[in-house]
């Protein structure tokens, strides 16, 4: 069993950053595809950025430029720096680990960005 802890969301102003951590319970960046949701009220959860485990990071269009995603091998850490925050990245952001053989989905419990305006 793998367990992801996020932290870091909080209230910020239109403009600013923030920055998320994902604490991994045991090391799997190497067999998983570790990756940032975000579910907005009322809306279906999206991804929003995704890292590979060899590397590669992908973005949806609504915040390349603004986001990156990065992780800590050995801290068994993700992390997604938020900038140039806009009101409509308000949602509660959800760490994922996708393991690429087995399929199985891990998820955190989630972590709320509210942007102010």
């Known amino acids: 069993q793998v367990q992801l802890v996020e932290s870091g969301g909080g209230l910020v102003q239109a403009g600013g950053s923030l920055r998320l951590s994902c604490a991994v319970s045991?090391?799997?960046?190497?067999?998983?595809?570790m990756a940032w949701y975000r579910q907005a009220p009322g809306k279906q959860r999206e991804l929003v950025a995704l890292?590979?485990?060899?590397?590669?990071?992908n973005y949806t269009d609504l915040v390349k430029g603004r986001f990156t995603i990065s992780r800590d091998n050995a801290k068994n850490t993700v992390y997604l720096q938020m900038n140039s925050l806009k009101p409509e990245d308000t949602a509660v952001y959800y760490c994922?680990?996708?393991?690429?053989?087995?399929?199985?989905?891990?998820w955190g419990q989630g972590t709320q960005v509210t942007v102010s305006s």
């Open positions: 045991r090391s799997i960046f190497g067999i998983a595809s």
């Open positions: 890292i590979t485990p060899g590397g590669r990071t």
């Open positions: 994922n680990g996708a393991m690429v053989m087995s399929r199985v989905n891990y």
